[in-house]
């Protein structure tokens, strides 16, 4: 009776074990890396622990896998052990598939399935929590894990000419992706934690540069043939720092003139011309950013695919999609303020409620909002496609022109 405890104990010993190696290497596999550095930085145990062993994470796998085979076979042998005074079949066949049948079951459910879900589920906490135990049989396993290692890549390397080569691991873009959303669910009460920035970027290399150039319509230019004097007076009509120069047409761009070469007092245009990059406009903003840094410029001429000028583009209008709009001294904002007829009127979203009270005698009931976008919006309960006709109160709104997060322009028509 004392040896049946034994094996019963032993199987269960032996099953915590496999449950453990299958579930801390599923873990080990889904934790956010990215969380791991910052417990590191942070000086907490279990982020040194696991940084440690994130160094090279296939000889962590390869200690989940003997530590999960050891036990898996020890468990064998304690289950046939055990079925010997529980089954008295003659058929030697039978009694090997009763027995595989009853250990594969138990081994697939309480040391697979249900230890590989659970710590899949919380794999940051799970991982964290039995760092210090995943060391320990990381520093038992590994002169172990050495030797098969050894053996396999001599096997890959002499008879079948295969190098292995162990890069260095990166962030992922999915470990900044679910660290992101795991702050915001952690943050969400915190309101002056602003993480809008970070998901902008995240976002950056999937925006085409067509999607913020400034259009070949809204192009500042010179013809190459002007004087010195025309581009002087084309710099101080718009207040930019660089001015594009084309021959011909605009399609023909030869390069631009940095404002600061004018000190030079140069005879032409052409004697301060700087060149310009061509960039197609199904480039992404990630690769346009690095082709500026790499060739320390910030502004390129962005062709269609006809190989004609769809629009140029700088740094400033790239780190915008990050930042949002970025204004200088010199930036206006205008806002479309129109009277069509006696009770129709065409406004910008961002006019204030309260100028709009003032100037035109519209009564708009009390709303946390300030501004027209923010009211319609609200009482709306989501921001309107463009052409949607939305009625609130005695106002029915005609949705001219939307954004990501506004209306840019509305039609207001008072009811009667």
């Known amino acids: 009776m004392t040896e049946l405890y034994f094996l019963f104990a032993g199987i269960i010993i032996t099953l915590l074990f496999i449950a453990f190696f299958a579930g801390i290497e599923i873990a080990f596999v889904n934790a956010n890396r990215l969380t791991v550095e910052l417990k590191k930085k942070q000086g907490k145990k279990s ?185 002087h007076k084309k710099f101080e009509e718009t207040k930019l720092s660089k001015i594009l120069i084309y021959e011909g047409n605009i399609d023909n761009i030869l390069g631009y003139v940095h404002q600061l070469d004018l000190f030079k007092k140069p005879e032409s245009i052409r004697s301060v011309l700087l060149p310009i990059s061509v960039v197609p406009e199904s480039m992404n903003a990630t690769d346009l950013i690095n082709k500026f840094t790499r060739e320390r410029k ?49 406004f910008s979203g961002r006019l204030e409620l309260d100028y709009l009270t003032e100037t035109y005698n519209l009564e708009f009931p009390e709303n946390e909002s300030e501004t027209l976008s923010g009211y319609i919006i609200n009482e709306h309960e989501t921001i309107p496609k463009p052409k949607e006709r939305i009625i609130i109160d005695r106002y029915e709104f005609d949705i001219l022109n939307v954004s990501d997060t506004r209306i840019e322009m509305v039609k207001i028509k008072v009811l009667k």
């Open 298 to 346: 910030s502004i390129a001429w962005v062709i269609d695919e006809f190989g004609g000028t769809a629009g140029i583009i700088t740094m400033e209008d790239v780190l915008e999609e990050i930042f949002g709009e970025i204004k200088d001294e010199y930036d206006t904002e205008e806002f479309v303020e129109k009277q069509l007829a006696e009770n129709e009127y065409i």
């Open 47 to 231: 982020g040194i622990i696991l940084s440690r062993l994130m160094e090279h994470p296939s000889r962590f796998i390869g200690i989940c896998l003997v530590g999960f085979n050891i036990a898996l076979v020890v468990y064998g042998l304690l289950v046939s052990e055990l079925f010997k005074g529980f089954f008295h079949i003659q058929n030697p066949y039978g009694k090997l598939f009763l027995d595989t049948s009853i250990s594969w079951l138990l081994v697939v459910i309480a040391g697979e399935f249900l230890p590989k879900a659970f710590f899949r589920a919380r794999s940051d906490n799970m991982i964290s929590f039995f760092a210090p135990l995943a060391s320990f049989f990381y520093n038992r396993f590994l002169p172990l894990l050495q030797v098969f290692v050894s053996f396999s890549e001599s096997i890959l390397k002499y008879l079948f000419n295969v190098r292995i080569k162990e890069g260095e691991d990166q962030f992922s873009m999915v470990d900044v992706e679910y660290f992101l959303q795991q702050s915001k669910e952690q943050d969400e009460s915190n309101p002056d934690v602003n993480k809008e920035l970070l998901q902008n970027a995240l976002l950056l290399p999937n925006i085409k540069i067509r999607q913020c150039l400034v259009p070949r319509t809204e192009i500042e230019a010179v013809e190459i043939s002007n004087s010195i004097a025309d581009i």
